[in-house]
């Protein structure tokens, strides 16, 4: 019988020790991964995946990810919204890790929108 | 789905939708009976009973964007591929408690899949949630509770992404044991 030990725990957080803890105030930055059957059949939890690995590279404490249903856009799933405050949300469809690691660095990180990927302004 | 994992993640969420507080995942692996069974247990606000009449009917839904549910009908179909069956309980304003049976060795039985990356999403992306996931196959266990956790290490906070990402790692090794662990 095995369960997750306090020396597991102790590891973990030794490994994911920061300078800034993380706050729990506004995010300046709301990062949406849908998450509804048809976003989680096309690929929605590898996005989601990669987004975790890069934010804990990051070192940012403004950043909040939620996940929510399906919006009707089924055919264009993985989808994930991006909205930055002060600026139009974007609604980018067809995601896939590499794409979403690409937005996260350039987009989310820099301001630079990526239109190749982007459907829409919200 | 490609994975059983995936189903596992879509049902959470079921759960989740429903208001649950905490979610109970149990995956059970019996080789000898040659039988794998997933079943997801919520303390949400439970099912209707014209949705419990036939809980696979994708029109009976709770979804408002469009009067289509895919999650529990594609489930019962995977269970019907591999000679299994899904079973539903649920009273309303108690819970709800979704079971997947499978055979085992069935060919066209989807393999199990990433199960941390799985937990993982749920963790992070459901603070106020608690969830325990026991994984058995063939009288060996591995199990984890946010609960416990959260006990144990009240400082460990599981929103930083960089937590997750360890502790994701430490479930994939720990599950990789379990698979490796001689029977019992």
């Known amino acids: 019988m095995a369960k997750l030990t306090i020396a597991d725990l102790k590891r973990i957080r030794e490994k994911s020790a920061r300078e800034n803890s993380l706050r729990n105030g506004p995010a300046a930055i709301k990062i949406t991964v849908h998450m509804g059957t048809c976003g989680i059949a096309a690929g929605a939890r590898a996005v989601m995946n990669a987004l975790m690995e890069e934010m804990a590279v990051s070192d940012r404490d403004d950043i909040r990810v939620v996940n929510s249903g399906c919006q009707s856009m089924c055919s264009s799933e993985p989808n994930?919204?991006?909205?930055?405050?002060?600026?139009?949300?974007?609604?980018?469809?067809?995601?896939d890790a590499n794409k979403m690691r690409q937005v996260f660095k350039r987009h989310v990180l820099q301001g630079e929108v990526q239109t190749d990927f982007a459907m829409a302004k919200m | 789905m490609r994975e059983l994992s995936l189903h596992l993640l879509d049902i959470v969420e079921n759960g989740l939708s429903a208001g649950a507080s905490l979610i109970e995942m149990t995956v059970e692996e019996d080789r000898r009976a040659d039988s794998l069974t997933i079943s997801v247990s919520d303390n949400g606000r439970g099912m209707p009973p014209e949705k419990l009449k036939n809980p696979a009917d994708p029109f009976i839904t709770s979804r408002t964007v469009r009067r289509v549910g895919l999650g529990l009908s594609l489930l019962a179909a995977a269970t019907r591929r591999c000679n299994g069956r899904l079973v539903i309980d649920s009273l309303p304003g108690k819970g709800t408690k979704v079971s997947a049976s499978f055979q085992h060795s069935h060919i066209d039985r989807s393999p199990l899949g990433d199960v941390a990356g799985t937990l993982a999403t749920l963790i992070m992306g459901n603070p106020d949630v608690d969830f325990a996931y026991t994984h058995r196959i063939d009288g060996n266990e591995f199990s984890l509770d946010t609960r416990e956790i959260?006990?144990?290490?009240?400082?460990?906070?599981l929103q930083d992404p960089a937590v997750i990402v360890h502790l994701t790692e430490t479930i994939r090794t720990n599950l990789n044991q379990l698979a490796a662990a001689p029977s019992q």
Do not use: G, N
């Open chain 1, 80 to 95: 994930v919204t991006v909205e930055i405050r002060d600026s139009e949300p974007i609604f980018y469809q067809h995601m």
């Open chain 2, 150 to 157: 959260k006990a144990d290490m009240p400082d460990l906070s």
